[in-house]
């Protein structure tokens, strides 16, 4: 999942280089967190990466491809921490 929203990061022509950059830097964030979706800094770490690329695509028209790729992907990412912690990672994986 990861590996296909930091692709479609990549490939957009509709976010500057700067914006990319930074969207690539937290899906990084995300994978650091995946790997031990338990712990709560952890959690939060996550949230917040997910917050800040929620508001990169945010700019972007809407009919962008990482727009769509960000609305199909970031959803199905979850660290809460609970039940949902082992599969985060393998979710994260997909």
Same mark, same amino acid.
């Given at each position: 999942?990861?590996?296909?929203?930091?692709?479609?990061?990549?490939?957009? /022509?509709?976010?500057?280089?700067?914006?990319?950059?930074?969207? #690539?830097?937290?899906?990084?964030? @995300?994978? +650091? =967190? &995946?790997?031990?979706?338990?712990?709560?800094t952890?959690?939060?770490?996550?949230?917040? /990466?997910?917050?800040m690329?929620?508001?990169?695509?945010?700019? #972007?028209?809407?009919?962008?491809? @990482?727009? +769509? =790729? &960000?609305?199909?992907?970031?959803?199905?990412?979850?660290?809460?921490?609970?039940?949902? /912690?082992?599969?985060?990672?393998?979710?994260?994986?997909?």
């Open positions: 999942m990861l590996t296909q929203l930091q692709e479609a990061i990549s490939q957009s /022509a509709d976010l500057p280089d700067e914006e990319k950059a930074e969207a #690539l830097e937290q899906v990084k964030t @995300l994978a +650091e =967190a &995946g790997k031990n979706p338990q712990e709560s952890k959690q939060k770490t996550a949230k917040t /990466a997910i917050t690329l929620k508001g990169i695509f945010t700019g #972007l028209p809407a009919i962008a491809s @990482l727009v +769509e =790729a &960000g609305n199909k992907l970031l959803p199905a990412i979850s660290f809460d921490g609970g039940t949902n /912690a082992s599969t985060a990672r393998a979710n994260l994986l997909v």
